[in-house]
């Protein structure tokens, strides 16, 4: 996910969907066996397909009075012999299958050669320096080069390509210290959210010997002398890929030491599932303390002033958990925040650090009809990002909050970045729509005029394209809105291929972007629609109440109501439609696939969090129980377990064909909850379409992936779908 300017904690977790195992669990486990001894049993396989045999075993927990049985237990062991046994059978099987359709080949060409161009990463600028990343068209991972001026050589100063032989360790984050001299970057390998710290030196290309291992969810942030850096992490795990994160810590590295030698921070130890993250501000004067739990949208903020990472304990300066507060910067003690406290759709703030009375807080830049999608404090100026109707509009303000002037955007798309400098005259950011890849752009910050730095040449033509906008009516009477791209002079006959995407959560917002799969869809006559539900944060708090904890079927409704619409305005229909979405939205897709069955062609649900009883076992899920609630919740439990799409599976029902995606090595969303639900919908479904799962190896939640596996990815997509919903026929 693209994240905005304003990255507060809270919103970043909540793109990650996040994992834990509870010591004592949700539930009374009755009877359990990690390698149950039942012989297999499977349901007899539609014509043509025999699937791998999956054993079910006798594992029933007890939810506040209510049996549920568990028969896939022992597929949460992703490393055990039955289960790799079991995932190399699917594995062989989903191969057989796509392989053997007879566009596949063309269609990987096809989609090879339009991957095949130059793109970059918006440039960030510090103490005079440029530092961008480049991918020459077909790198396994994008290049961080660096110059003295943007008219400059730029050399490489990191290059993940060299760090594996199958191009799947990625560079996964960078901080610049404030001289220039170094910069400490994060790797992650095979996909996983652990990240490994290193520190290079900028003007030589040599790394130190600093090491940081077994961080998560953090940045670095350098202290004012760039002495070390701040970085969160976890204790090192027994088992990487399940373990629960809890219990982060904050420590103080300092360059040229151990490990081992680093200076805790700041710890909760009563308070296991709460993290945290220090920003030292621009100026070097301060350092405030973000204290986020879970992927709720609230968080506390602590301050002090910048000393020895031993020095004075932080202080509370909005600690009452009652809101959103993301640091912008500062002039001197008066720092800015963007806020939802008392403004659902965002406002920004000045408070004196020094005396953070809220009665003394003031009102810069007010709530509005739009959504406050970030702000940056750059150039003297507060840039800031709007959505209007899912659509970015750009305005710039000075220090009083006064709107100067609103920036002039390409079209109907998205815009992000604005990073920089408090002094610095000049930002970066890009610009994207359906039918426009990234553009760069350099802004002059004191007069709002942007001049185009580079643009993506890809082999396609954006004019043989439309996009609209339209806003349809969702079970409870919601208008929500929804975008729809096609080639020009579609025919709204019913017979096009339909491919319907969505999320709907965790306040993330689905915007205009370009992406070469969906034009190659396109290109193959598909209608690509992206419905904007309730969950996400296109209309701020407000909508994204709207669809998390006892409204999620709220999401649901909507999804399943974008396809009616689409169907009855003749884009498409039932047998001619897929369903996509990653994540929570693989929850999304296997919900409305469990829900609606008959209303869609095929299915896609990709790292889907699929066992809503269990979710919160693993890794960092406990997290997402802001959004979702959890099954030891008396109340909470009925309503969990009434969408859950591995429990809602229903024997003798003919499902629509479905490609389950996931990965071995997801810490995220771990692979047991595709398993699983791939295994029982094997058993229990009725017809003589397929029932697949792929499974990606060396991968992750997505993140990360070499450009091979997502070109393999994007193929095996579309010649499913040109399988299953018969393009062209």
């Not at 170094?182 to 992650?188: E, G, K, M, Q």
């Not at 890009?430 to 040449?457: G, H, I």
């Not at 965790?506 to 205009?512: D, E, Q």
């Amino acid at each position: 996910m693209i994240h905005t300017p304003r990255q507060s904690l809270p919103r970043r977790l909540a793109a990650l969907l996040l994992p834990s195992t509870l010591a004592g669990g949700v539930a009374l486990t009755l009877a359990a066996c990690a390698k149950p001894a039942a012989p297999p049993s499977v349901a007899p396989p539609p014509a043509g397909y025999s699937y791998p045999a999956a054993a079910r075993g006798p594992v029933i927990d007890d939810y506040h009075g209510t049996a549920v049985a568990d028969p896939y237990r022992w597929l949460e062991d992703p490393d055990s012999p039955e289960t790799r046994a079991w995932v190399d059978g699917q594995v062989a099987l989903t191969r057989s299958v796509l392989d053997a359709v007879p566009q596949r080949a063309a269609l990987r060409a096809r989609i090879e050669k339009m991957w095949n161009y130059e793109r970059f990463g918006a440039p960030s600028k510090v103490n005079g320096q440029y530092f961008w990343t480049r991918n020459d068209g077909l790198q396994a991972q994008a290049v961080l080069y660096t110059a003295s001026s943007l008219s400059a050589e730029p050399r490489v100063l990191i290059d993940p390509n060299q760090m594996s032989k199958d191009g799947t360790v990625s560079l996964a984050g960078t901080s610049v210290s404030n001289n220039g001299k170094y910069i400490a970057y994060a790797t992650s390998d095979g996909g996983s959210d652990w990240r490994t710290w290193r520190v290079r030196e900028v003007a030589t290309g040599a790394d130190l010997l600093d090491t940081v291992e077994w961080s998560k969810f953090s940045g670095a942030s350098w202290a004012p002398d760039d002495s070390g850096f701040y970085y969160s992490r976890y204790e090192t795990p027994k088992n990487p890929l399940e373990q629960v994160n809890d219990n982060q810590k904050v420590y103080f590295h300092k360059l040229g030491t151990p490990q081992t030698a680093d200076v805790l921070v700041f710890a909760d130890a009563a308070h296991p599932q709460r993290g945290f993250g220090v920003t030292v501000s621009e100026d070097g004067m301060h350092e405030l303390l973000s204290v986020w739990e879970g992927t709720e949208t609230k968080n506390r903020v602590w301050y002090r002033p910048t000393g020895s990472p031993t020095g004075r304990p932080f202080t509370p300066l909005m600690d009452n958990f009652d809101a959103q507060y993301s640091y912008l910067g500062n002039e001197g003690d008066l720092a800015w925040f963007w806020t939802d406290k008392d403004a659902p759709r965002g406002r920004v703030i000045a408070v004196n650090l020094k005396d953070a009375d809220p009665a003394k807080w003031k009102e810069l830049i007010p709530q509005r009809k739009e959504t406050l999608e970030g702000v940056t404090a750059v150039g003297g100026r507060l840039i800031a990002t709007w959505l209007r109707d899912a659509r970015s509009v750009v305005t710039l303000h000075d220090t009083t909050g006064k709107e100067l002037q609103e920036l002039a955007l390409p079209g109907v798309g998205s815009a992000g970045g604005f990073g920089g400098e408090w002094d610095d005259p000049e930002s970066f950011y890009y610009y994207t729509s359906f039918a426009t890849p990234t553009r760069l752009y350099r802004l002059d910050v004191k007069t709002a005029q942007s001049t185009l730095w580079k643009e993506s040449k890809v082999d396609f033509d954006p004019e043989a394209y439309e996009v609209k906008q339209v806003f349809y009516t969702s079970k409870d009477g919601t208008q929500v809105p929804m975008f729809i791209a096609h080639k020009k002079g579609l025919s709204l006959d019913g017979k096009n291929p339909l491919l319907l995407y969505g999320y709907g959560g965790f306040n993330i917002s689905l915007t205009p972007s370009f992406s070469l799969s969906k034009v190659a869809w396109m290109e193959l006559g598909g209608v690509y629609a992206v419905a904007n539900l309730r969950g996400g944060g296109e209309y701020g708090k407000e909508w994204h109440d709207g669809g998390r904890l006892k409204n999620k079927q709220n999401v649901f409704d909507d999804f399943i109501a974008a396809a009616e619409f689409l169907h009855k305005e003749g884009y498409s229909s039932p047998a001619k439609t897929a369903i996509q979405g990653g994540s929570n939205g693989g929850l999304l897709v296997g919900a409305a696939m469990t829900q609606r069955p008959e209303l869609f062609g095929a299915a896609l649900p990709g790292v889907g969090v699929l066992d809503m009883l269990r979710y919160h076992l693993f890794t960092i899920g406990w997290a997402w129980a802001s959004d979702y609630g959890r099954s030891d919740d008396k109340e909470m439990f009925p309503i969990l377990y009434g969408y859950s799409p591995l429990h809602q599976l229903k024997e003798g029902v003919r499902y629509p064909s479905t490609m389950v995606m996931t990965a071995d090595h997801d810490d995220r969303v771990v692979p047991a909850h595709s398993y699983k639900f791939a295994a029982e919908l094997q058993r229990v479904h009725k017809g003589e379409n397929p029932v697949l799962i792929r499974i990606d190896t060396r991968a992750g939640h997505g993140a990360g992936k070499s450009t091979e596996q997502i070109i393999d990815e994007t193929a095996d997509v579309l010649a499913f779908l040109v399988r299953e919903l018969k393009v062209g026929e």
